[in-house]
């Protein structure tokens, strides 16, 4: 067997290349590629038979001038090239498959029009459409060996019409009364739809057969289609669950065919008409079904869906390309908004609840495949991805207010310990984009219209969601000191969840080093302490908590804004000495021009006497201060500027 990235051979036994350590993986061609392969090879064989007989002379001499025997040599380390037959690729398989769909949507308008007319009666009908699907089925298997792609949409469009006959005999001409007889009969044709599957290998047969069976209902019943494509309307049936019924036999069917076959396309239909199904019967049934009702039966759907897109990947114990992941999120996204759709109003609060169970439910999954990988991390990862994904969703849409920043920032903070944990450079962008979000809405929505009529010096909830997201950062930016100090500046490069090339995350990566995450955190970190005092101070001078004028309120919080920043930024000053941190000196200095420029450009002129002479004097103390530490550690401080 060779290995699919350094193509090194190895033992067909293996699971891990021993040359590179990627996962080996048995690929199941389907019969079209064997067949496309099979071509090459013939076409192949025959080019090296031309250029055998023209170096053994078989050939006329005149035929083959000598400068095309003597090219023959120089081009024998040349990698031939061949264009794709376009005529070829869709005039042998895409008019079949084509034609075959346009066959299933013609028998079905002709049974609802014949309907509508009274043509023939009812059992002759149904009798029309199970002959036209089982001959179909013949032909399919007749030219399977000869023409396999050809035979594909055959069997596949009989499978379809099949599906078709069974549920409009059963639903709209009760010919089948017995609902047991009707759901026997779908079992029936599901099971030979998955035999025929696994016998031709071929997903373009599943997927004409499943395009059939979900093609069905919507003719019949699905508003839209019928007012495009008939006059005639149908009534519901007698058993407003037979949809369902019906929808859970063709999900189980699929399932069956997921546990052994990666086929993503014929997933992505499964989840899409699978969820159009669903919508179909609940408007013919809104009026007579509960919301809890409409929910558990949508619940089933997910769930099943679910077990569809992860069925193989479990079982073979492998993890998923990168296009699979589109596939695995799609039907809980899916899932989710018609859930909220179905719940808005007065049952609006359980949707948080119900993301917050799809999260569990990925992270249970994902458990189960890390033990079955023997402790090794395939599919688990991913599941577990997606799983975080819902559980972070989950806190806006269940909760309002700040905290959801609180909740945010601890997630954020949790994120970083995992991803040191693991070496995850997933992790941190999780983390990081959190931070973000924190960030934002700090400064754009939690506070815009913050009330001080109950002020309270620092009791208050702004000052408690700013202590919160400053204590996760500084707890953040302390975890990537750490790991700055054993390991300096390395980027992390593991993947736990995408299973993307390295050359599409480089930057992205570099972009997460450990250097600039902890500037990232520490800067956070140090604004916010700066903003949330500074708003402190503000809000005591604007609230009534001093009795004081206008004016007065006016210099006394200009001249404690002034003093709080050079406070601050001389501590930065002394810890950046003390430290020998060039950055952190650097902030000082910058944050100590902010009250400087503040002084000369708005304090002159804005302050009575009093408050300007004291923001003069507190500055002019604090600046000389200031210079006198950089004269007496002059030394030292050059030393680690160069050194930086």
Same mark, same amino acid.
């Given at each position: 067997?060779?290995?699919?990235?350094?193509?090194?051979?190895?033992?067909?036994?293996?699971?891990?290349?021993?040359?590179?350590?990627?996962?080996?993986?048995?690929?199941?061609?389907?019969?079209?590629?064997?067949?496309?392969?099979?071509?090459?090879?013939?076409?192949?064989?025959?080019?090296?038979?031309?250029?055998?007989?023209?170096?053994?002379?078989?050939?006329?001499?005149?035929?083959?001038?000598?400068?095309?025997?003597?090219?023959?040599?120089?081009?024998?380390?040349?990698?031939?090239?061949?264009?794709?037959?376009?005529?070829?690729?869709?005039?042998?398989?895409?008019?079949?498959?084509?034609?075959?769909?346009?066959?299933?949507?013609?028998?079905?308008?002709? %049974?609802?029009?014949?309907?509508?007319?009274?043509?023939?009666?009812?059992?002759?009908?149904?009798?029309?459409?199970?002959?036209?699907?089982?001959?179909?089925?013949?032909?399919?298997?007749?030219?399977?060996?000869?023409?396999?792609?050809?035979?594909?949409?055959?069997?596949?469009?009989?499978?379809?019409?099949?599906?078709?006959?069974?549920?409009?005999?059963?639903?709209?001409?009760?010919?089948?009364?017995?609902?047991?007889? &009707?759901?026997?009969?779908?079992?029936?044709?599901?099971?030979?739809?998955?035999?025929?599957?696994?016998?031709?290998?071929?997903?373009?047969?599943?997927?004409?057969?499943?395009?059939?069976?979900?093609?069905?209902? %919507?003719?019949?019943?699905?508003?839209?289609?019928?007012?495009?494509?008939?006059?005639?309307?149908?009534?519901?049936?007698?058993?407003?669950?037979?949809?369902?019924?019906?929808?859970?036999?063709?999900?189980?069917?699929?399932?069956?065919?997921?546990?052994?076959?990666?086929?993503?396309?014929?997933?992505?239909?499964?989840?899409?008409?699978?969820?159009?199904?669903?919508?179909?019967?609940?408007?013919?049934?809104?009026?007579?079904?509960?919301?809890?009702?409409?929910?558990?039966?949508?619940?089933?759907?997910?769930?099943?869906?679910?077990?569809?897109?992860?069925?193989?990947?479990?079982?073979?114990?492998?993890?998923?390309?990168?296009?699979?992941?589109?596939?695995?999120?799609?039907?809980?996204?899916?899932?989710?908004?018609?859930?909220?759709?179905?719940?808005?109003?007065?049952?609006?609060?359980?949707?948080?609840?119900?993301?917050?169970?799809?999260?569990?439910?990925?992270?249970?999954?994902?458990?189960?495949?890390?033990?079955?990988?023997?402790?090794?991390?395939?599919?688990?990862?991913?599941?577990?991805?997606?799983?975080?994904?819902?559980?972070?969703?989950?806190?806006?849409?269940?909760?309002?207010?700040?905290?959801?920043?609180?909740?945010?920032?601890?997630?954020?903070?949790?994120?970083?310990?995992?991803?040191?944990?693991?070496?995850?450079?997933?992790?941190?962008?999780?983390?990081?984009?959190?931070?973000?979000?924190?960030?934002?809405?700090?400064?754009?929505?939690?506070?815009?219209?913050?009330?001080?009529? &109950?002020?309270?010096?620092?009791?208050?909830?702004?000052?408690?969601?700013?202590?919160?997201?400053?204590?996760?950062?500084?707890?953040?930016?302390?975890?990537?000191?750490?790991?700055?100090?054993?390991?300096?500046?390395?980027?992390?490069?593991?993947?736990?969840?995408?299973?993307?090339?390295?050359?599409?995350?480089?930057?992205?990566?570099?972009?997460?080093?450990?250097?600039?995450?902890?500037?990232?955190?520490?800067?956070?970190?140090?604004?916010?302490?700066?903003?949330?005092?500074?708003?402190?101070?503000?809000?005591?001078?604007?609230?009534?908590?001093?009795?004081?004028?206008?004016?007065?309120?006016?210099?006394?919080?200009?001249?404690?804004?002034?003093?709080?920043?050079?406070?601050?930024?001389?501590?930065?000053?002394?810890?950046?000495?003390?430290?020998?941190?060039?950055?952190?000196?650097?902030?000082?200095?910058?944050?100590?021009?902010?009250?400087?420029?503040? %002084?000369?450009?708005?304090?002159?002129?804005?302050?009575?006497?009093?408050?300007?002479?004291?923001?003069?004097?507190? %500055?002019?103390?604090?600046?000389?201060?200031?210079?006198?530490?950089?004269?007496?550690?002059?030394?030292?401080?050059?030393?680690?500027?160069?050194?930086?």
């Amino acid at each position: 067997m060779k290995c699919i990235k350094c193509n090194k051979i190895v033992s067909n036994s293996d699971k891990f290349c021993s040359y590179c350590g990627v996962q080996m993986k048995e690929e199941d061609l389907t019969i079209e590629e064997l067949n496309v392969q099979y071509r090459n090879i013939q076409d192949d064989l025959k080019e090296i038979k031309e250029k055998i007989s023209i170096i053994s002379g078989s050939k006329s001499k005149n035929k083959y001038p000598n400068s095309v025997i003597s090219s023959l040599g120089k081009d024998k380390n040349r990698k031939n090239f061949r264009l794709p037959n376009i005529e070829e690729y869709l005039g042998g398989n895409w008019l079949v498959r084509v034609g075959v769909f346009a066959l299933i949507l013609g028998v079905g308008f002709f %049974l609802q029009h014949a309907f509508s007319n009274n043509w023939i009666n009812q059992q002759s009908q149904i009798a029309t459409g199970i002959l036209i699907s089982f001959v179909l089925i013949f032909f399919g298997d007749f030219f399977s060996k000869r023409y396999p792609i050809y035979s594909f949409a055959l069997s596949g469009g009989g499978i379809a019409i099949l599906y078709l006959t069974i549920f409009i005999g059963s639903t709209i001409y009760e010919i089948i009364n017995l609902s047991w007889v &009707s759901m026997l009969m779908l079992v029936l044709t599901s099971g030979i739809s998955i035999r025929l599957a696994f016998l031709r290998n071929s997903q373009t047969l599943a997927i004409l057969g499943l395009i059939g069976a979900l093609l069905a209902p %919507l003719l019949i019943y699905d508003s839209e289609v019928v007012r495009e494509v008939s006059t005639k309307t149908f009534s519901e049936p007698e058993d407003k669950n037979l949809l369902v019924y019906y929808l859970l036999i063709l999900n189980l069917s699929v399932l069956v065919i997921s546990l052994f076959k990666d086929w993503r396309f014929f997933k992505v239909l499964s989840i899409l008409g699978s969820y159009q199904l669903l919508g179909t019967w609940n408007d013919l049934y809104k009026d007579d079904t509960s919301t809890i009702n409409a929910l558990i039966f949508l619940s089933i759907n997910f769930l099943m869906q679910f077990l569809i897109t992860i069925a193989y990947f479990v079982r073979k114990n492998i993890i998923p390309n990168i296009w699979e992941y589109s596939t695995i999120s799609l039907n809980p996204l899916i899932f989710i908004i018609i859930s909220n759709d179905l719940l808005s109003g007065d049952n609006s609060s359980l949707l948080g609840s119900i993301i917050i169970s799809v999260g569990l439910l990925y992270f249970i999954f994902a458990y189960i495949s890390y033990i079955r990988s023997n402790y090794e991390i395939t599919l688990s990862s991913m599941l577990a991805g997606v799983g975080i994904i819902c559980i972070i969703a989950a806190i806006p849409v269940q909760l309002s207010g700040t905290i959801v920043t609180i909740l945010f920032s601890i997630q954020a903070l949790v994120f970083i310990w995992l991803s040191i944990r693991f070496k995850s450079w997933e992790m941190q962008a999780f983390s990081s984009g959190i931070f973000l979000v924190v960030i934002f809405r700090l400064l754009f929505i939690d506070f815009e219209n913050f009330d001080l009529a &109950s002020y309270q010096i620092v009791f208050n909830e702004r000052f408690l969601v700013f202590f919160v997201a400053i204590l996760c950062l500084s707890a953040s930016s302390y975890f990537y000191f750490l790991e700055m100090k054993k390991k300096g500046k390395k980027l992390y490069t593991r993947n736990l969840f995408f299973k993307i090339t390295n050359k599409n995350l480089d930057s992205i990566r570099e972009n997460l080093s450990i250097r600039n995450l902890f500037i990232f955190t520490i800067v956070a970190a140090n604004f916010f302490i700066v903003w949330s005092i500074s708003f402190e101070i503000t809000s005591v001078f604007d609230s009534n908590i001093f009795d004081f004028d206008n004016d007065t309120k006016s210099y006394a919080k200009a001249l404690g804004l002034t003093i709080f920043w050079g406070i601050y930024a001389g501590i930065l000053l002394i810890i950046g000495i003390s430290k020998r941190s060039y950055q952190i000196r650097s902030a000082a200095i910058f944050l100590l021009a902010i009250p400087v420029a503040k %002084l000369f450009v708005y304090d002159t002129f804005n302050l009575e006497q009093i408050y300007r002479i004291i923001s003069y004097v507190f %500055l002019g103390i604090l600046l000389i201060i200031g210079g006198f530490m950089y004269q007496k550690y002059e030394d030292r401080i050059k030393e680690f500027i160069l050194k930086d």
